[in-house]
């Protein structure tokens, strides 16, 4: 079964100080486009392919979805998004990108899903 892979997108984004915060939302479409090529190859520990769905919130919002890479627009917190995309999909693996220790501890885990660091899409640079 292919795991989704739910990245949050605010978090992987300033997880590497490259000057993000001039341009949110151009910082997720690099983001974005730098996902689109772990949906055929896979990250460490799962092979692909994945179904990828980046979260995004404030700023960043309007980014549209490119091949391999969904993106869902929080329409509030885009944590409160990553849990409901999490709880959406019970029966399959999910995988969530964050450094958010609220979402790794318990959020997303309690639901059953695995957590990783923004490090396993976006190696610092």
């Keep these: 079964m292919t ?21 949110r939302r151009g910082a997720a479409e690099r983001l974005r486009d730098g996902l ?9 520990g799962r ?4 179904e990828i769905v980046l979260v ?3 700023a960043a919002r309007g980014v549209g979805s490119v091949p391999g890479v969904r993106v869902d627009e929080a329409p509030g917190s885009g944590d409160d998004r990553i849990v409901e995309l999490v ?11 964050t450094a958010d220790r609220e979402l790794r501890r318990r959020r997303v885990t309690e639901r059953g899903a695995e957590v990783t660091g923004p490090r396993t899409v976006r190696p610092a640079s």
């Design 36 to 44: 689109a090529g772990l949906a055929e190859a896979g990250v460490p």
């Design 56 to 58: 995004v919130e404030g």
């Design 87 to 97: 709880a959406e999909s019970p029966d399959r693996p999910r995988l969530v990108v």
């Design 3 to 23: 795991t989704l892979l739910i990245v949050d997108g605010a978090n992987a984004v300033g997880s590497v100080p490259d000057g993000w915060w001039r341009d």
């Design 47 to 50: 092979p692909g392919p994945l």
